[in-house]
């Protein structure tokens, strides 16, 4: 499997390695791009790939098992999982924690986003499946 050497994945400053190659990695599970049972490269070929750390590559297969993402292949890469119910939540339970570290940087309580996104919701001003 190439597509994590390939373009698709980028490697910029600001947020930790690890933490950016979990998330290009999700959304290319998410987006259909790597398929259910497909084998990942190995940390050491991603690592040299990407020009990265190994350990960055590890935390970040660590962290997308834990999500429910990855599993541990018998070859030597990771194999992508089959989308389940619980790798969904656990998906959105991580946007949701992304979106409230932005808020919170940005000096906003619970309280005061709840009440916001709760008055978006009435206005109508979502996206995605109706209410």
Do not use: W
């Not at 049972?37 to 040299?48: I, S």
């Not at 570290?101 to 005061?112: K, N, T, W």
């Amino acid at each position: 499997m190439n597509a994590l050497a390939e373009p698709e994945v980028v490697i910029v400053g600001g947020q930790p390695v690890a933490q950016q190659l979990a998330t290009q990695i999700r959304q290319q599970i998410r987006l259909g791009n790597l398929r259910p049972g497909e084998e990942l490269p190995t940390v050491r070929a991603v690592a040299v790939a990407l020009a990265i750390r190994p350990p960055a590559v590890e935390a970040a297969y660590r962290q997308l098992e834990n999500e429910g993402f990855l599993i541990s292949g018998e070859s030597c890469g990771p194999l992508v999982a089959d989308p389940s119910k619980e790798a969904k939540n656990t998906d959105l339970e991580c946007s949701c924690r992304e979106f409230m570290s932005r808020v919170a940087a940005q000096g906003h309580s619970v309280a005061e986003v709840v009440r916001v996104l709760h008055e978006c919701l009435e206005r109508g001003q979502h996206h995605g499946e109706p209410r």
